[in-house]
């Protein structure tokens, strides 16, 4: 693949109060050709009977990814830019650890392929120097892919985030995810 094009200094951004719910995402994502036409991202109901509020679910890319490490095919590898693959077809045996294992809740067994599938940051997009599918159509900002600089400049009142505490457990990723202005870390328990 031809890698001239990949810039290192874009990061992909995920601004939660932004989501709208209107899944443009999702569809952009199922019209990856390395899909398999199945999205990747998932947009879920925070309390469907209470608020509108969305969330979208995407792979966070870990610097240390737990899926990859708790994978006994050694199906699930990471590239030297820190975009975490989708499991090998070759390799995967569907035992789905690496489902159970990632504190995000991102990789999802398609048992109609005995296979897990995750979001691989449309790295056949990413790697030519184009932006993720869902990033290029969420009409409201809530994914964005670009610099730092960038999404600082249009949001001087958030703070991208990429380091997680799960209990004692700190994950650091490649995805990021606004918060209020001052913020390092986001603690989940």
Same mark, same amino acid.
């Given at each position: 693949m031809n890698l001239t094009n990949y810039n290192k200094n874009e990061e992909f951004f995920v601004d939660l109060q932004r989501c709208i719910g209107c899944k443009a995402c999702e569809m952009a994502c199922a019209e990856c050709e390395t899909n398999g036409q199945e999205? $990747?991202?998932? &947009?879920?109901? &925070? %309390?469907? %009977? =209470?608020?509108? #509020?969305?969330? =979208? #679910? &995407?792979? $966070?890319?870990?610097?240390? @990814? =737990?899926? +990859?490490?708790?994978?006994? +095919?050694?199906?699930?590898? #990471?590239? %030297?830019? *820190?975009v975490v693959h989708t499991a090998n077809t070759e390799r995967c045996i569907g035992c789905s650890n690496c489902v159970m294992a990632c504190p995000f809740g991102v990789p999802k067994k398609m048992e109609e392929y005995d296979l897990m599938m995750k979001c691989t940051m449309c790295y056949d997009r990413t790697s030519? *120097?184009?932006? @993720? $599918?869902? +990033?290029?159509?969420? @009409?409201? *900002?809530a994914l964005f892919y670009g610099t730092r600089e960038q999404i600082e400049e249009m949001r001087p009142n958030s703070t991208p985030v990429n380091s997680f505490v799960f209990g004692k457990e700190r994950v650091n990723t490649k995805v990021n995810i606004m918060m209020p202005k001052g913020s390092s870390e986001l603690r989940i328990f």
């Open positions: 999205s $990747m991202i998932h &947009v879920n109901y &925070v %309390e469907r %009977e =209470v608020t509108i #509020q969305t969330t =979208v #679910q &995407v792979c $966070m890319h870990c610097e240390d @990814p =737990v899926c +990859a490490n708790v994978c006994p +095919a050694d199906a699930i590898s #990471q590239d %030297e830019f *820190g030519v *120097g184009k932006k @993720p $599918m869902c +990033a290029t159509v969420c @009409p409201s *900002g």
